[in-house]
C-alpha cells in the first residue's frame, strides 16, 4: 500500500466512523430521564454540583454531535458505487468485484469486528490474509469515489443537500 493509499484511508476513517454514529444510534427503549440527563450532564461536562471541584483533566472527550450530512453523502456515494452494468467490474488488484466491495464496506462500517472476515471464508470462500486485502481495496475504491463525488459537486457548485 502506498503512502497516497494510507492517508486515503486515514482521511476516511473518521467519515466512516460519523457514517455509523448518525446511521447506528437509535433511541433505546425503557431507559430514565434521569439517567439520559446524568449520562449527559457527564458528557458534556456541565457543572452540577458546586461544592466539588472540577479543575481536574478527565480522559473523557466532549461529545461532538454527528454530521448528518457528511453521513447522507457517504450514504448516497455507497449506493451509487454499483450502478446497472459494473456490478461485476474488477477493483483493486486482487480480482474483487464491485458489487463485492459494496458488501465490504457495509460489513466494514456497520458490522461487528469479525463480519468481513466471516463472509470472506463462508461466502466469497477466501483466506484472512486475501479478505484483509479486499478490505482495503474495497475502502481505497470507496474513498476515491467519495474524493470523485466532492470534486463533481464542487465543479457543479452545488453541495450535497442542494
Not at 477466501?126 to 465543479?155: C, G, N, S, Y
Request: with cysteine; charged share 30%; net charge positive.
Amino acid at each position: 500500500m502506498t503512502e497516497a493509499e494510507k492517508q486515503l484511508l486515514e482521511d476516511l476513517y473518521p467519515r466512516l466512523q460519523n457514517w455509523w454514529r448518525v446511521y447506528h444510534d437509535r433511541p433505546q427503549r425503557n431507559i430514565s430521564i434521569q439517567y439520559l440527563v446524568e449520562v449527559v450532564l457527564r458528557e458534556y461536562k456541565i457543572k452540577t454540583d458546586f461544592s466539588q471541584d472540577y479543575s481536574g483533566t478527565t480522559d473523557r472527550t466532549i461529545m461532538v454531535a454527528p454530521d448528518v450530512k457528511d453521513a447522507d453523502f457517504l450514504c448516497m456515494c455507497w449506493r451509487e458505487l454499483a450502478t446497472p452494468g459494473t456490478e461485476n467490474l474488477t477493483v483493486g488488484t486482487h480480482g474483487m468485484k464491485v458489487k463485492q466491495a459494496k458488501a465490504i464496506i457495509m460489513l466494514h462500517v456497520f458490522g461487528p469486528p469479525f463480519a468481513v472476515k466471516k463472509a470472506a471464508r463462508n461466502i466469497w470462500r477466501i483466506k484472512e490474509a486475501k479478505a484483509r486485502q479486499w478490505t482495503d481495496d474495497a475502502l481505497i475504491f470507496f474513498a476515491l469515489r467519495v474524493q470523485f463525488m466532492e470534486k463533481v459537486l464542487r465543479r457543479k457548485n452545488l453541495t450535497f443537500s442542494d
